[in-house]
Structure formats: structure tokens, C-alpha cells
């Protein structure tokens, strides 16, 4: 068993790692608080210009935007008044079938967005943790900075492959040449001061561990008072947040967040499919089907395959499979499959692991699969399940073919 010194030493050198993370999570509290969040959604709908396969594009880009630094489930309920206008427009223009489609676009976007950046899914903390348990060679190659060189891109294909799902499959005939009118939903409105000063935070905040991960490549040393730098900047960020009292601005003064305020609401019919998720999970659990399921899916990797074979089907497998089971049961029972199948096949485990990670987030098929998911078809009232479930099959494909064809070349390369 390791000393307390080693423990010791281990969480200060990843104490960077840790603080971004958690600043991360004050980030989004900190956007919420501002309503940055309804701002930057009301800009993308004008840009849409009410017509209806560009509002599912624009639905889709910012959903996918919001949710690379802030959770699924706040991205989806900003969104959800926004759809539920929008769903009524189209319907006093004659159009049905719009509720289903306007809901997919939004849990397609707040999924894809869990890929875009190293804070965007908790999951990505668990994979860390599995490479640092496995200690897997280049883990300290991937940065804050450098995962956009990949991911950036990924999220681009994934947007534009989810509108092709809901505007191409998805749209129903008659919403087609039909245009809304978004000045009602998206309300034209400049930002306040309080608004400005959250978004300086916010770049402050991505601009410090960008730095810091340009200066740990390329600084020799830097290594090494990384750490200490960087608990200073957590807590120059924490003053600013909760101490230093913050321009006045949309009926509020005093600092930006309290520590009360860090607690949101949840819409009561999105709670109870919540709650209902939360059963079933433990029902899975309990029983353990979980278990018996992933080790199953195991064991199908095993065996001599191609190393791109063996690749997308840990994708596929990881995807389907969080459709009905625990994301975090899922990640963290196939964060060992894939490292120990990467080394069985001559392969370098941690691009497999990385795309472990990320297909875990493409949770684009069923109510069941996540909590935003639940909450947004809870919400939308109207919603058809073998719609959703259909569509969401087509874009799980598509998805397990685009990590497959872009991870398994871009990694290696990079890392």
C-alpha cells in the first residue's frame, strides 16, 4: 500500500488536473447565474431565422457549444422553454410532428458537446483516473489545449452529422418550407454589465489553463511549480466569484455566486423520469446485470482482429450499451477491457481509452440513457419514443463510424 507521502506527492502533481475541473464546474455555475447560457441560445435562434431546418441546426451547434463546459442537464433546461415556443409556432403554422424532432436536436447537441472540451463530461475525470491507476504511457501529453486539436473537429462532424439525422430523417415534410417567427423566443437583448463581467471570467478561466498547458509542453520545469501556480489561481478565481461584489445587473448586485446559489431546480415533470432513471439504475445494479453485461461485451474483443476492428467495436459496444446501463459503470469496467484487449493486440492503450471516454457520452437513443435525456422527454410533452429511438439507432451508427475513422487516426499521432 503507498505511503501517505507518495498519495501525497501524486495529488499535488495533479492538483492542476484536479483545480481545472473543479473550477470548471464554478464556470458553469457562474454562466448560469449571469444567464449567459439564454443569451448565447436567444443569439443562435436569431441567426436561425425562424426557418425550421436551420433552427434544429442552430439548436444542435449551441446546445453542443454550451454543453462542452457546462453539464447536459443545465444545457437541456435552458433550452426546454425555447423548444416548447418554438414546438407551439410550428404548430399554430399547421406543422405536427415538430416536438420530437426539436427535442432530439437539443439531447444531440448537449452529447456532443460532452466531447468538445476536457471538462464537458465526468467521465473524462473518471478516464484520468484510469490512465494515472494504469499508468499509461503519454497520459501527460493530453492537456486542456491539445484536446481541442481533436475534438474541435470531432464535435464539428458530430453537429453536422446529427442535423442530417434530425433535418434529413428526422424533419416532417411540412415544416419544411415553413418559417416561425423567433422574436418572441430568442428576445433580442444586449448584454448587462453583470452579464460582461461573468464572461471575462469565463475567458479568464480558459485562458489561464490554456497557458498552462502552451507552458507545461514547452517550459522545462514548469512541471514542477505548475502546481502551486496554479491553487494560486483558484484562489484569485474564488475571490472574484464569491467575494469580490460583481456590477449590478439584471435585478441583482453583490458577487456573482453564493455558496446557497449553487443549487438549481429541476422542472417536475423532467424530476420524476429522473427519479425513474435513478430506480432503474439501481434495479440494473442490484441485480447485476451491469456487470455480467459489460463483461460479456469483454469478452467479444478478445481474440487476433484488426487493430481498427477492434477499435470501433469498443465503440460500438460502449455506446450501446450506456443507452441502457450506467454511463459511469459502463466507462469505468471498459477503461480496463480496453486497456488490457489495446496491449493483447500490440496496440497503445490510451487512444483506445480516450475513445472509450468519448463514446460514452453519445447517449443520443433513449430516455433511459442520461438524465438530460430523461429530463428533456419529460418535458416535451407529446414526444414520440419510436421516433426518438429510431433516429437516435441512425445516429449511434453514424457516430461509432466517425469516432472510429478520426480517433483511431488523429490520436496516435498526437499523443
Not at 454550451?66 to 410550428?90: A, H
Not at 464569491?242 to 453583490?254: E, H, K, L, T
Not at 472509450?356 to 414526444?383: D, R, Y
Request: proline residues 4%; charged residues 10%; positive net charge.
Amino acid at each position: 500500500m503507498e505511503s501517505l507521502t507518495d498519495v501525497t506527492a501524486y495529488l499535488w502533481g495533479r492538483l492542476p488536473l484536479i483545480l481545472l475541473f473543479a473550477c470548471g464546474y464554478l464556470v458553469y455555475q457562474l454562466m448560469a447565474a449571469t444567464r449567459i447560457t439564454d443569451g448565447f441560445v436567444a443569439w443562435a435562434l436569431r441567426r436561425s431565422k425562424g426557418k425550421a431546418s436551420r433552427v434544429l441546426l442552430y439548436i444542435i451547434a449551441a446546445s453542443a457549444a454550451l454543453s462542452s463546459f457546462i453539464p447536459n442537464t443545465i444545457t437541456v433546461l435552458t433550452l426546454i422553454p425555447m423548444l416548447k415556443r418554438l414546438d407551439r409556432g410550428f404548430a399554430d403554422r399547421g406543422v405536427t410532428g415538430m416536438t420530437t424532432v426539436l427535442m432530439c436536436s437539443a439531447i444531440y447537441g448537449a452529447a456532443i458537446g460532452g466531447m468538445g472540451s476536457m471538462i464537458g463530461s465526468p467521465a473524462n475525470a473518471v478516464l484520468f483516473a484510469a490512465l494515472d491507476l494504469f499508468e499509461v504511457a503519454g497520459r501527460d501529453h493530453v492537456t486542456f489545449l491539445n484536446w481541442f486539436v481533436w475534438s474541435v473537429p470531432l464535435v464539428a462532424a458530430f453537429v453536422l452529422a446529427a442535423w442530417f439525422v434530425a433535418a434529413g430523417l428526422g424533419l416532417p415534410k411540412s415544416a419544411r418550407n415553413v418559417v416561425v417567427d423567433v422574436s418572441g423566443v430568442a428576445v433580442a437583448a444586449g448584454a448587462d454589465a453583470r452579464q460582461r463581467y461573468g464572461a471575462r471570467l469565463f475567458w479568464l478561466y480558459m485562458g489561464y489553463f490554456v497557458l498552462e498547458a502552451v507552458a507545461r509542453e514547452n517550459l522545462p520545469g514548469f512541471a514542477k511549480i505548475s502546481p502551486a501556480l496554479s491553487l494560486g489561481f483558484a484562489v484569485v478565481f474564488l475571490f472574484l466569484l464569491f467575494i469580490r461584489r460583481a456590477p449590478s445587473g439584471g435585478g441583482r448586485s453583490g458577487p456573482l455566486l453564493t455558496v446557497n446559489g449553487l443549487l438549481y431546480s429541476v422542472p417536475r415533470r423532467g424530476l420524476v423520469f429522473i427519479l425513474a432513471l435513478a430506480l432503474l439504475v439501481g434495479i440494473v445494479h442490484w441485480t447485476g446485470l451491469d456487470h455480467k453485461t459489460v463483461v460479456l461485451a469483454g469478452e467479444l474483443l478478445k481474440g487476433d482482429m484488426d487493430p481498427r476492428l477492434l477499435f470501433l467495436l469498443t465503440i460500438v459496444a460502449v455506446i450501446f450499451l450506456t443507452e441502457g446501463l450506467s454511463n459511469t459503470a459502463v466507462v469505468a469496467a471498459f477503461f480496463t477491457i480496453a486497456h488490457y484487449a489495446a496491449q493483447g493486440h500490440g496496440m497503445d492503450p490510451l487512444p483506445l481509452m480516450i475513445a472509450v471516454g468519448v463514446s460514452s457520452t453519445c447517449a443520443f437513443m433513449t430516455p433511459i440513457a442520461t438524465t438530460s435525456n430523461a429530463l428533456a422527454f419529460g418535458e416535451m410533452k407529446g414526444a414520440s419514443l419510436r421516433t426518438m429511438l429510431g433516429l437516435g439507432f441512425v445516429l449511434n451508427c453514424l457516430g461509432a463510424l466517425i469516432l472510429t475513422g478520426w480517433l483511431s487516426w488523429i490520436l496516435p499521432r498526437l499523443y
